[in-house]
């Protein structure tokens, strides 16, 4: 049995969202497809998700200095340990399933915000004289996008800082990723409802593909 994590970086829902409807769509086919997997959902909107701010930074620093949990203030208590329930929530998972909407060119900052929770050095990356190394190897993500204009290919290209930023990050961890994007609506909204159909068939294929995977925390 593998544990996915699902992580929804939008607030709205699969009416109002393409993403939301491409991750709802994955995730129904995957339940049908490995019913015995577990699913975790982590909405970002619904949940507490701390920022690094002086609290944390102050926190983690007396930490390595030697200081003591109990020597911290109760505020840099509370992120701290928050901060280490979503490294552990994360580091617990096989597969991961992000959905995030492209906002100004890149994710949504309650999203990189979670991924500054479990980028965290000697627990899902390390360093190495050779440089960072991945401590997740093995593990899937899927990433499900929407966006208004077209950045696979032309003139935006260089202009997309979203996936391109959640796949940095899942490399320092050594987590595969694969992406599948609808976009462009906003350029051909004549054409809005064949994109996110077909954007939903691949998010349904990539669902079967990964339901068959098996991956296993080691
Ligand atoms: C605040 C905001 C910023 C956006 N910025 C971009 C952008 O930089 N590039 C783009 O192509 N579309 C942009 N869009 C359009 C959305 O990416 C597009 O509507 C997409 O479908 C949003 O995903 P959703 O349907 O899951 O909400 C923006 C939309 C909003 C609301």
Redo the contacts with the bound molecule.
Sequence with gaps: MSKLLYVVA?P?DKE?????AMGNSFINTYKEHSPEDEIVELNLYNEYIPEIDADVLEGWGHLRSGGTFEELTSQQQSKLSRIEELTEQFIAADKYVFVS?????TIPARFKAYLDTVLIARKTFTYTENGPVGLMTGKKAVHL?????I?SAGP?KEAEHADTLLKTCLDLMGIELETIV??G??LQPDDADKIKQQAIEKAVLSAEQLAKEMVLNK
């Design positions: 939008h709205l109002r969202s393409y993403s939301l909407p492209m906002w100004n060119f996008q929407s966006r208004g204009n950045y935006m609808a976009e609506h906003a």
